[in-house]
């Protein structure tokens, strides 16, 4: 359930109440792909780095080590020591963006693995199933995706295909959820948007999937290579249509500007492998702008790589140490950066959830929108 605290203009400041906790909105939602965050984080770092949700990849643990696997280990909040709320993505974005060879029908999508080449087929019934054999608390419909941009014709029968697949989604999930032997009888489904950056095509998918009456409503297939604008004019063009009493998740989105220009709009819920990405390479975000410690002028300094957090890695090592450990090759520096990117993600969200709390969300997102994107 869904409980709106304050609003100022589209920006809201929620809860959402799910079977393994609620969730503080608006939040960031770590990704661990394969059950942990890339760079050698586990779900017990992520208490320390204030994450509410971890998120978890159907298509990657389906593959590996198998989801029949992860449902007898006891389910993946357990496989994973995550005590939390876990949101599971439907394995479509994975289906479009890394097979090859793949064949889309009514029924379902065949493909072939990226691993080993072997030939997986997976539709609606079969991402519910995967999903109810991982336990996930949030379900995602299984949709297709397709890249922008793309001809209007295709995208209309894609965003028409979707919807018939949601129902599918549907119908499938609560036919798990009534058996006796399902690991998490209360898992939620989420519908999820398409439409590309037709405006219209956007609205009627919002029309018609909103009346299935979901725990919540993705906007998908966005972020994948428009311009920021065009983005956010469509998140403005979708929000009306969305249920005022449901959670807003933008998938895979983004810089820490993209979210709160995204919180400015409406949206609630957020996930991004960038700042785990962006941390492995050296790039880090901090209240100054971006840093990156590859670079010389960091040998000699001697301060935290942000002054004003108090992650792991800020109240114990410095930037000159830190500089080293990536000059060096070794691991640690990729641990304490993806430490740090993904705890000023979340604290981030803190500061738009007390400042939306305080009245003061116009202010703040006035003072941070530019600094947040600015290179040091």
Not at 52 to 67: A, E, M, W
Not at 97 to 112: C, H, Q
Not at 171 to 184: C, F, G, K, P, Q
Not at 298 to 310: A, E, G, H, K, V
Request: glycine letters at 8%; hydrophobic letters at 35%; a neutral charge.
């Amino acid at each position: 359930m869904y409980t709106l605290i304050n609003q100022v203009g589209n920006a809201r400041r929620g809860e959402f109440e799910t079977p393994h906790g609620t969730i503080q909105t608006p939040a960031f939602m770590n990704v661990a792909t394969a059950g942990a965050i890339k760079g050698g984080v586990s779900a017990i770092d992520l208490k320390e780095i204030h994450c509410q949700v971890q998120l978890c990849n159907t298509y990657h643990l389906h593959i590996r080590p198998g989801d029949e696997v992860v449902r007898q280990m006891g389910g993946i909040r357990k496989f994973t020591a995550w005590d939390g709320p876990v949101l599971t993505d439907s394995g479509g974005f994975q289906v479009f963006s890394l097979a090859k060879l793949r064949n889309i029908k009514e029924e379902g999508v065949t493909f072939a693995s990226h691993v080993d080449g072997r030939k997986i087929f997976m539709g609606p019934e079969e991402s519910m199933r995967i999903q109810s054999n991982l336990g996930s608390t949030i379900a995602m419909a299984f949709d297709e995706c397709v890249a922008n941009p793309s001809e209007y014709r295709y995208v209309k029968e894609s965003s028409d295909l979707t919807i018939r697949w949601l129902r599918r989604c549907n119908d499938e999930i609560n036919r798990l959820n009534s058996l006796s032997d399902t690991i998490n009888p209360k898992q939620m489904l989420f519908g999820i948007n398409q439409g590309s950056t037709y405006a219209d095509l956007r609205i009627e998918n919002m029309k018609a999937i909103r009346e299935l009456d979901l725990k919540g409503y993705a906007i998908g297939g966005l972020a994948v290579g428009e311009p920021a604008e065009v983005m956010y004019e469509i998140i403005e063009a979708v929000e009306p249509y969305m249920p005022k009493d449901r959670p807003r998740y933008l998938m895979g989105v983004g810089t820490p500007t993209n979210i709160l220009e995204a919180v400015y709009r409406g949206v609630d819920l957020f996930d991004c492998v960038m700042p785990s990405r962006n941390a492995r390479h050296g790039h880090l975000f901090t209240s100054e702008g971006i840093r990156n410690l590859h670079n010389a002028k960091y040998t000699l300094d001697d301060s935290p790589i942000d002054p004003q957090c108090d992650c792991p890695a800020c109240k114990h090592f410095t930037r000159s140490y830190i500089h080293h450990l990536f000059k060096s090759g070794e691991m640690l520096a990729m641990r304490l950066s993806v430490l740090h990117n993904l705890h000023f993600y979340n604290t981030l969200m803190e500061k738009i959830r007390e400042s939306l709390e305080s009245g003061q969300f116009e202010q703040f997102y006035r003072q941070y929108k530019e600094t947040l994107s600015l290179r040091i």
